[in-house]
Structure formats: structure tokens, C-alpha cells
């Protein structure tokens, strides 16, 4: 019989033709009364493809065995339900190290260069009037990056490239890494010049990059955002970008994403994305291609590629 799997969401093409290859794919969200579909049939399904599982639809699917996530991160998953009813979750990690480490890099440009702004300056035809200005660069500059894990290593990777000092802050300090570790992040922020955040969401870091912090990195001081919108106090840093405490800010990531506060488009200071880290053909292709090869691995009673749990 066909393996029944569960999406919740749509996902990439590719990645939805190649499920619905190998097993009987049910769209949740194409249902008209989800709730009523589930207690009808939710004790067929036996995996999920896709993120943002909750307790609750833990307990509609009786049966789930695998949570095959899509994406690195797994905040949105309640990890510690599936770990209580033996349910296995993976994500896709590594395959989108560099396409997150390039857009990082990116919007550090971008803000030190105002290269947004620029782009607006010449084709509003403010340039025949004069100059658009002076700002920085980043070559000698000490970018400090929260949580370097692989995505961050990539992100130290091209700093360094780019003639910056490398400073990290994170749980623990990586003995064989070459860059210096901070077990203070206001410390780190303060002797920053610009702030990457890259850590996990969750809980644990719930606006660890706090109003003190933000503070401490100081009005010439640059964040870079690609991480998680909750990692920040999001109304201390509108209200430092507003009042100068802050130099700028480069944010692909929002607390409440898709919904960005308005305020934010009114400021020259700041360079908006829309959570676009890993949006790229060659990388989502592989995060599909990694979430259903975890989906067949579980299925054939094979080591797991990336479990989280």
C-alpha cells in the first residue's frame, strides 16, 4: 500500500512533484473543514512534509512517524511533543549555507553602502541636483557574528575576505576556531562595528538581542539580521534607528513576518528583504531534494540524513 503523507502548506514544485512520486500526498490546506478531514482520516497518515507542527496536530495524526521539515530551522516545530510520542523530526541544513551567507554579506554591503538608496536616488532624478553623499565601507571593520554555527562560519568566511576582523558570541566558545569568542554579547556588541545575527530561534534567544545590546553596538554601529525576527527587541531597535542610537540595519527577518511595522519605510538608515535567505532556485531545489531523501530513508529503515530529533 502507499505510504499516506500529510502537507499542511505548499511547498516548492519540485519538491511537491517528488512526494507525490513516491507516496499518496493529502493538502491539508486545500481542505474546507480541515479539522473534520483530520478526525476522518488523520490515522492513516504516517508522515508530514513541511513545518509549523504543533501539539495539536500531533494529536490528530495518531500515527505520524516522521516530521520532515523544510528549512533549517525548526523553531516552529514543537519538537519536544514529537520527542514524547516517538515522532522523528529532520530539517534540510547545510544545503543552504552559502546562498544565506552571500545575501548576509549582501545587505552588509547594502547598508554601508546605501546601495537601495542609491538605486532610488538615480531613478527619482535626484543625481543631476548633486551628489547622493558619503558613507562607509567595511574593510577594516569588526563584525560581530551571534551564533556561528555553519551558516556562520560561511558569513566569517567572506568577512575576512573582505579585510574584516571576525569576532563570535554563542553558547560556548569553538576551540578550533581561529576568531575571538565573547561569553558577553553587550561586550561584543559594544566593540562590534557591525552585528550579525545568525543563532536559532526559540525561546533561548527571545530578543536576546535586547535594548542593552542594541545600545552597547551604538550610533555608527550596523545590524545585520537573517536569523529570526524574535531574536531582536524589535520596537528598541525602531526607536534607536529613529533617534540615532543606532547607525542602520539590514533586516531580511521580522517578529511578525509577513507584517512589517511601517515606521521602518520611513528611514534612509535601514535596508528591508523579505526573508530571502535561501531563496534561490539552486537551493530550494536541494532543501526539497534533502526533505524527501530523509522521507525515503525513514521509510526504508535507513540512518536519517538530518534528524533534529
Keep these: 500500500m502507499t505510504i499516506e503523507i500529510l502537507q499542511t502548506g505548499r511547498l516548492l514544485a519540485s519538491c511537491e512533484a517528488a512526494l507525490a512520486e513516491r507516496y499518496t500526498v493529502h493538502m491539508l490546506h486545500e481542505q474546507a473543514n480541515p479539522n473534520a478531514w483530520l478526525a476522518e482520516n488523520g490515522a492513516r497518515v504516517r508522515a508530514h512534509a513541511g513545518s509549523g507542527v504543533q501539539a495539536d496536530l500531533m494529536d490528530g495524526l495518531p500515527n505520524l512517524e516522521i516530521i520532515a521539515s523544510f528549512g533549517v530551522g525548526y523553531d516552529n516545530i514543537d519538537t519536544k511533543a514529537a520527542k514524547a510520542r516517538n515522532i522523528?523530526?529532520?530539517?534540510?541544513?547545510?544545503?543552504?549555507?552559502?546562498?544565506?551567507?552571500?545575501?548576509?554579506?549582501?545587505?552588509?554591503?547594502?547598508?554601508?553602502?546605501?546601495?537601495?538608496?542609491?538605486?532610488?536616488?538615480?531613478?527619482?532624478?535626484?543625481w543631476p541636483s548633486g551628489n547622493i553623499g558619503l558613507f562607509t565601507e567595511l574593510t577594516g571593520k569588526t563584525v560581530g557574528i551571534l551564533g556561528l554555527g555553519r551558516i556562520g562560519k560561511e558569513i566569517a568566511i567572506r568577512a575576512q575576505a573582505m579585510k574584516m576582523r571576525v569576532v563570535y558570541h554563542g553558547r560556548k566558545r569553538q576551540p578550533s576556531e581561529p576568531h575571538i569568542f565573547y561569553d558577553n554579547l553587550v561586550d561584543m556588541a559594544r566593540d562590534s562595528d557591525c552585528l550579525v545575527i545568525i543563532a536559532p530561534g526559540g525561546k533561548g534567544t527571545d530578543r536576546i538581542v535586547s535594548r542593552e545590546v542594541l545600545t552597547a553596538l551604538g550610533p555608527k554601529g550596523m545590524l545585520v539580521n537573517v536569523a529570526r525576527g524574535t531574536l531582536v527587541d524589535e520596537p528598541a531597535l525602531l526607536e534607536l534607528l529613529q533617534n540615532g542610537g543606532l547607525g542602520g540595519a539590514a533586516l531580511d527577518v521580522f517578529e511578525n513576518e509577513p507584517q512589517v511595522p511601517e515606521a521602518f519605510f520611513a528611514l534612509d538608515n535601514v535596508v528591508l528583504s523579505?526573508?530571502?535567505?535561501?531563496?534561490?532556485?539552486?537551493?530550494?531545489?536541494?532543501?526539497?531534494?534533502?526533505l524527501v531523501a530523509n522521507l525515503e530513508a525513514h521509510f526504508a529503515g535507513e540512518p536519517l540524513i538530518s534528524a533534529v530529533v
Excluded at 532610488?120 to 535626484?126: L, S, T, Y
Excluded at 523579505?274 to 531545489?285: E, V
Design 88 to 126: 522523528r523530526v529532520t530539517n534540510t541544513p547545510n544545503v543552504l549555507n552559502d546562498a544565506v551567507a552571500e545575501l548576509t554579506v549582501g545587505l552588509m554591503i547594502s547598508l554601508a553602502r546605501r546601495i537601495p538608496q542609491g538605486d532610488q536616488f538615480v531613478r527619482q532624478g535626484k
Design 274 to 290: 523579505p526573508h530571502q535567505g535561501s531563496a534561490t532556485h539552486q537551493t530550494r531545489d536541494a532543501m526539497g531534494a534533502l
